[in-house]
């Protein structure tokens, strides 16, 4: 019996119901292949211990979570909170704070969902980007001086080190490599941002040299979202910034149909502390405690953590019922159709029982 310790972190919002479906998934794969097991341990942190403790996590909340194999987590936010105080309360502080340094989105059309660009199929967009997790834009430097006052002033400091830019590419590449097509394209905004951003496109050069095979381009940020909407075929692998990585994949999983199905794993990829795996979509006030959160990127990025743990049957099995279920038109709202968080969780179940 292999046994992997995760870490769940609902948090917020529809976090809660899309992890439940996520972990009803993971019990109906360790039943149906006999040689696995998870060992579930779930945390309350969010908005409500927020709320209730001043903090979203506890001081001491990474060393808790340091002797998992993985964490799950749902999503972050609440109404009557600011988006600051409860990303960089708890998503950002692990993702930091266990330097998980590379964030990996896949995206593509799953079956039976028909994606908003015309003449866009299964097979037209298959597409991995990846995003620099680490510092960038999102590094936290900056500050506010002279508040309310007419003089005030705000700076957003970008930080790219020689280190943190080398290591993505690397990975990129790396990822890129293992792909069919062995091709990457790097984004940059090198014409307009003309340090961290001219150095990132020196380093990505300095790193293509040691993956001779590996074939890549370079995109502005700006060109890259018109290519990514009328010639989605011409990408593969994708890296960029923490912050044109986060917009986007946001685009990327609208192309493929719906945030509700685009995955993300944020990735130690030295394995020295657990690496974290979520749906990239929030936590949907919309449609809380509807029941019609879409399960399906929750249960992708399931498929990437089983991925992560060194479980690529279980992985790919898991898939393979996710695309049944959609193929079979088994929807939620989001995605046209009519079926609940439930009815596509249980179908999901379903599916990995009966195939082989
Ligand atoms: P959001 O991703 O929560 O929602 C955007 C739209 O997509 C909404 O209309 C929502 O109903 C829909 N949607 C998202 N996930 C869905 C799913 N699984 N099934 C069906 N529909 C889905 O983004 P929004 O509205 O910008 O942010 C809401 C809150 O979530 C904010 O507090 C924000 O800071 C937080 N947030 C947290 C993230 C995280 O925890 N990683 C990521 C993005 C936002
Ligand atoms: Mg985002």
Not at 13 to 37: F, H, M, N, Y
Not at 70 to 79: D, L, Q
Request: with cysteine.
């Amino acid at each position: 019996m292999r046994e992997y310790a995760i870490a769940t972190i609902p948090a917020d919002g529809i976090g809660p119901e899309v992890i439940a479906a996520g972990t009803t998934v993971l019990a109906s794969l360790e039943k149906r292949l006999g040689d696995i097991k998870f060992n579930v341990e779930n945390f309350d942190w969010g908005s409500d211990y927020y709320k209730k403790n001043g903090v979203m996590m506890p001081t001491d909340g990474l060393q808790q979570l340091k002797k998992f194999d993985a964490i799950y987590f749902g999503a972050v936010g609440a109404p009557d909170v600011p988006d600051h105080i409860t990303l960089w309360g708890l998503r950002l502080p692990i993702c930091q704070g266990f330097d998980q340094y590379a964030n990996v989105r896949p995206t593509k059309i799953l079956p039976g969902i028909t994606p908003p660009l015309r003449n866009c199929g299964p097979g037209d967009l298959d597409w991995v980007i990846v995003r620099e997790n680490s510092e960038g834009e999102y590094s936290g430097h900056g500050g506010r001086a002279h508040k309310g006052l007419p003089e005030e002033v705000g700076t957003e400091v970008s930080i790219f080190t020689r280190v943190g830019v080398t290591r993505i590419m690397r990975y990129a590449f790396k990822l890129a490599q293992s792909r069919p097509r062995k091709f990457l394209t790097v984004v940059t905004k090198s014409n307009a941002q003309r340090h961290g951003m001219v150095m990132w496109d020196e380093i990505a050069a300095e790193v293509a040299a040691e993956f001779p095979d590996v074939t890549w381009d370079k995109m502005l940020v700006d060109a890259m979202t018109v290519r990514m909407t009328l010639n989605p075929k011409s990408l593969d692998t994708i890296v960029a910034t923490n912050l044109h990585a986060d917009i986007l994949s946001d685009l990327a999983g609208a192309l493929a149909g719906s945030l509700g199905v685009a995955p993300t794993a944020n990735i130690d990829p030295e394995r020295r502390f657990p690496s974290m795996f979520e749906p990239i979509h929030g936590s949907a006030f919309d449609i809380t405690g509807k029941g019609i959160a879409n399960p399906v990127a929750t249960f992708w990025t399931a498929a990437q953590m089983l991925d992560h743990l060194g479980e690529p049957e279980a992985s790919a099995r898991l898939m393979r019922a996710v695309e049944r279920v959609t193929g079979a038109g088994i929807l939620t709202p989001d995605v046209g159709g009519t079926a609940t968080t439930q009815e596509v969780t249980d179908a999901v179940v379903d599916a990995i029982h009966s195939s082989n």
